[in-house]
């Protein structure tokens, strides 16, 4: 990995780092669809600015529909897990089995993409196991159902992360590969899709929501904003230009 993927790298981790504090910041307050919708919607809306002004020109030589589904796989599904975990599980307890997708990766790779587990990797497996183990039992909250159902969630976040590793690779690398940005445009977009139909859901079920959300202090919005641009706009266009 030369110097400029190790930034990279180091920054996405930040980047997605942070995400769980904000996540455990604005869940309480707009809830976990609304605010797994407008991550999406405002990292969508922001690739389609940053697009427009590096005069991108939005070719997806055939590989949009790819995008679209890379988005519910990669964005979709884990940020509606990480953000309903976000309602029992304090932030780092998230980051840490966030930290399980390596885990995930070597064992779908295994199941369903013929990769062959080695040693290294199978050492990783149990290290990582155990470490989920240790964390489950002398972690700072108590397991009681909704805790063991936010441990869950993250888990089938994770499991989404490790597969889409293998789909992006398969879906648009193998295919000729796509500029980074246009991959990060039209996977948000995917997620878009597949949560507006849970975000109306949610405003029919609770009409509430709006005056709840106009309520919510200025540092929610601006923590949402944050997340929506930064820990996914621009480190999700870090993240396909690492594994392009």
């Known amino acids: 990995m030369n110097t400029a993927s190790l930034v990279r790298l180091l920054t996405l981790a930040a980047l997605w780092g942070g995400s769980f504090l904000f996540m455990r910041m604005i869940v309480p307050v707009l809830g976990a669809v609304p605010t797994a919708f407008g ?22 030589q055939g590989k949009l529909g790819a995008a679209l589904l890379l988005g ?24 840490i089995l966030n ?5 995930m ?34 972690g700072p909250v108590a397991l009681t159902a909704p805790v063991l159902g936010g441990i869950a969630a993250c888990l089938v976040a994770t499991a989404c992360y490790g597969a889409a590793g293998f789909l992006t690779r398969r879906w648009i690398t193998a295919r000729g590969g796509l500029d ?7 996977s948000q977009w995917g997620a878009v899709l597949v949560l507006a139909p849970f975000a109306a859901w949610e405003l029919w079920r609770q009409p509430g929501l709006p005056a709840t ?7 929610i919005w601006a923590a949402l904003l944050a997340m929506g641009l930064l820990c996914t706009a621009f480190a999700y266009v870090l993240y396909f230009r690492l594994i392009a």
């Not at 999406?40 to 997806?60: D, I, K, N």
């Not at 930290?99 to 885990?103: D, Q, V």
């Not at 980074?180 to 039209?186: D, K, M, P, W, Y």
């Open 39 to 60: 991550r999406v919607a405002l990292a969508a809306l922001g690739l389609v600015a940053l697009v427009v002004v590096a005069r991108l020109r939005p070719a997806f």
């Open 72 to 95: 519910v796989v990669n964005s979709g599904i884990p940020f509606l897990m990480f953000a309903l975990a976000a309602r029992v599980l304090p932030a780092g307890y998230s980051a």
């Open 99 to 103: 930290a399980t997708t390596p885990l």
């Open 105 to 138: 990766g070597v064992l779908i790779g295994a199941l369903a993409f013929g990769e062959r587990i080695t040693g290294a990797r199978l050492g990783g497996v149990v290290l990582g196991m155990a470490g989920v183990a240790v964390l489950a039992q002398t």
């Open 180 to 186: 980074s940005r246009l991959v990060a445009l039209g």
């Open 213 to 219: 959300w106009m309520a919510a202090p200025p540092v």
